[in-house]
């Protein structure tokens, strides 16, 4: 009897159960399309192997034969290292070594002048963007991402030394929208031995390496090199698979409590007589874009819920989630609670808050003459000023 291998059999189950539940919920029927998200590392080859070995039995059991899907992937070229291109048409290569068809290269421009968050948040924008425009011309159900277990602990650890919070801690979710992560119970060490198993050669991108010289290193790779390896000796074997058991319990709290949030942010909104497209004392801006609070409301509402509404509210009406901090969050809520007659609060995307009347205005970015503003106060030096953390990688 052929022995099976055993990280080759963990991940075709987890993406036959991927599979599953997108039938289960009609997203993905006989000749629909699934993209793999490949980048030629040991995480993505691996999910490629196996969506190709599982896409021609979707739906089997012992009642059903099941039926054929078609797989194919995109790969992104982000054009940041040197010969990314050839990596890239590698990565497609091999994906039609495996079957998969279509396979679609998308090379994207990543600004040298990214906004916040840097040229590391700026490319995995620019990834998402590639990825779920594929998936429309190719009309996919979903695009399966090959983050891991590993993967997850390390957003762990990132969001707690930044001081984030539930919703950052909560790591990746497993499924949203159109992005699907069946490997997110596999280590990493599972997928390099799938590309052993298969016989696929994988690509290991530098920047995921400590250098040898000590030079400096992205934080994501200094927690994988460094942080990881001592967690684990000084607290046991056990520590990756901790970490992502408290994502997985913050993002069902994160998650009720967003929805509280909405609810509350929902019914604190009012819209002034005579003022149906608020520019009245909440400021100009595109008709409906901007958004009136009943203050008094907001102030009785639990502090956690509050705050969650008023970070919703700055998203709204065009605040950058990457750049709204919790320093933002702490002027909008004073503007709340501690109300002093205080001025208009800048917000990131060149928004603006400011309270009267009972009434919190919050408008998106446009001309507001005749009135001054101030911006929301410089953080001192020694203190830590939280930075949010985009979930996905």
Do not use: I, K
């Not at 030394?161 to 119970?185: K, N, Q």
């Not at 994160?254 to 609810?263: G, Q």
């Not at 009012?270 to 102030?299: I, Q, R, S, Y």
């Amino acid at each position: 009897m052929t022995r099976v291998d055993p990280a080759l059999a963990a991940a075709r189950s987890a993406v036959r159960a991927e599979l599953a539940d997108l039938v289960a919920t009609g997203s993905l029927g006989p000749s629909g399309t699934v993209l793999v998200a490949c980048s030629g590392g040991a995480d993505s080859l691996a999910l490629a192997a196996a969506t190709a070995l599982e896409a021609g039995r979707v739906g089997r059991s012992v009642r059903s034969r099941g039926f054929a899907v078609r797989a194919g992937a995109v790969v992104v070229d982000h054009g940041l290292l040197a010969g990314s291109a050839d990596v890239a048409d590698r990565a497609a290569a091999r994906c039609r070594e495996l079957g998969l068809d279509p396979v679609v290269v998308r090379r994207v421009h990543v600004p040298d002048d990214a906004a916040a968050g840097g040229p590391e948040a700026a490319a995995r924008a620019a990834r998402y963007d590639a990825l779920e425009a594929a998936a429309r011309e190719t009309g996919a159900a979903a695009v399966l991402l090959g983050h891991t277990l590993d993967d997850q602990a390390e957003s762990v650890l990132l969001g707690l030394a930044r001081g984030s919070g539930a919703r950052s801690l909560a790591g990746m979710p497993r499924r949203r929208g159109v992005h699907r992560r069946p490997f997110l119970g596999l280590r990493r060490s599972q997928t390099e031995a799938v590309c052993a198993a298969v016989g696929l050669e994988y690509w290991t991108d530098p920047t995921n390496l400590l250098p040898p010289d000590g030079a400096p290193a992205p934080a994501r790779t200094r927690v994988r090199g460094v942080v990881v390896p001592a967690l684990t000796a000084a607290l046991g074997p056990g520590v990756v698979e901790a970490l992502a058991r408290t994502a997985d319990q913050l993002r069902d709290d994160a998650d009720l409590l967003d929805d509280l949030a909405a609810d509350l942010l929902a019914e604190v909104s009012t819209v002034p007589a005579g003022e149906p497209d608020g520019t009245g004392p909440g400021g100009g801006g595109a008709a409906g874009a901007g958004l009136v609070l009943d203050a008094e409301a907001l102030a009785g509402a639990a502090p956690a819920l509050r705050r969650r509404a008023l970070r919703a509210a700055a998203l709204a009406v065009g605040c950058p989630p990457g750049s709204t901090t919790a320093r933002h969050v702490d002027a909008l809520d004073a503007l709340v609670v501690s109300w002093r007659g205080q001025d208009a609060v800048h917000l990131p995307g060149d928004a603006r808050a400011r309270r009267a009347c009972g009434s919190l205005f919050l408008r998106p970015a446009g001309p507001r003459p005749g009135r001054a503003t101030s911006a929301v106060p410089s953080t001192p030096s020694h203190q830590h000023v939280p930075q949010p953390r985009p979930e996905e990688e």
